[in-house]
């Protein structure tokens, strides 16, 4: 694994942090977030052992993740693992109907519409009491409302969970471009391409 630890942070503060190994790569990344100077944006990186710790700073958010000194270029090095599982999650979201709730809820819906109907044209032979059907119309109602409750909660759900997916793909690619710009350049303020 190339990226064995990760931090955002505001300032000294960290936000969020994860390591994928047990060793002291929190405390080192706490030492270099008090370290680094000013408030202004950076691009610094740091070695450690058999580690580089990337660090860079945009709008006072600082994105800390050390890597192996033997990782080299990070582009599609998760190709092989990882495009299978996007492949299957893109067949089962473009083909499954299961898959989108929302469509199965309509189905689910037009079912109940279509027993609601037949019952209510067997009421209507049998010759029923007309509060029968008030009742019956009643609980459609209601059920229409609850199902709209439902389907607005679940819309602002995905909604939000696309936001977060989206945000955290846009800090992924930023980071790795970075980290590929900061090898290609020959450091983290990148001297060879910035003259």
Known sequence: M????????????????????GSNASAIAR?????????DDSHVSYSQDRYV???????????????????????YAMNDEFSRVLS???????????????????????????????????????GDRLELLVDKTANMQANTFRFRRQTRRFNNTVWWRNVKLRATL????????????????KGVTLPSCIR
């Open 2 to 21: 190339a990226v064995v630890y990760a931090l955002v942070a505001r300032g000294t503060v960290v936000l969020a942090e994860f390591s994928a190994t």
């Open 31 to 39: 030492q270099i977030l008090e370290k680094i100077p000013g408030a």
């Open 53 to 75: 710790f990337h660090v860079k700073r945009t709008d006072g958010i600082t994105v800390l993740c050390m890597a192996d000194d033997s990782a080299g270029t990070l582009a």
């Open 88 to 126: 299957q999650q893109m067949d089962f979201y473009s083909g499954d109907p299961n898959a989108d709730r929302i469509n199965r809820i309509k189905g689910e819906m037009s079912q109940v519409r279509n027993v609601m109907i037949e019952n209510i044209d067997k009421v209507l032979e049998r």
């Open 170 to 185: 846009v800090l992924v690619v930023l980071i790795v471009i970075y980290v590929v710009l900061a090898f290609i350049c």
